[in-house]
């Protein structure tokens, strides 16, 4: 899918996952008739893994939610978070 093609979700779980992906930034996706652009991917919580070496130093992953821009009227709207309820 190429950054100028919009992507229609059905569900709200199938457009969190569209947020996690790094090749998606830029593009914009449509849900329930809304029109969102990924501008930062996410990054999800990622276990410590074990590496060979000095046992006191580990590489740490902090995880974030995408972040997202959407239009409403005139103004532009950046969605830093989205709840589950």
């Known amino acids: 899918?190429?950054?100028?093609?919009?992507?229609?979700?059905?569900?709200?779980?199938?457009?969190?996952?569209?947020?996690?992906i790094y090749d998606n930034i830029g593009k914009e996706v449509v849900y329930e008739g809304q029109t969102y652009s990924l501008s930062k991917h996410g990054i999800r919580y990622i276990y410590p893994l074990l590496f060979l070496g000095y046992p006191t130093q580990s590489p740490v992953t902090k995880p974030r939610k995408p972040v997202w821009t959407t239009k409403l009227g005139e103004l532009t709207l950046i969605i830093s978070d989205i709840l589950q309820i």
């Open 1 to 20: 899918m190429s950054s100028d093609e919009v992507l229609i979700v059905t569900s709200k779980n199938e457009l969190l996952s569209f947020g996690y």
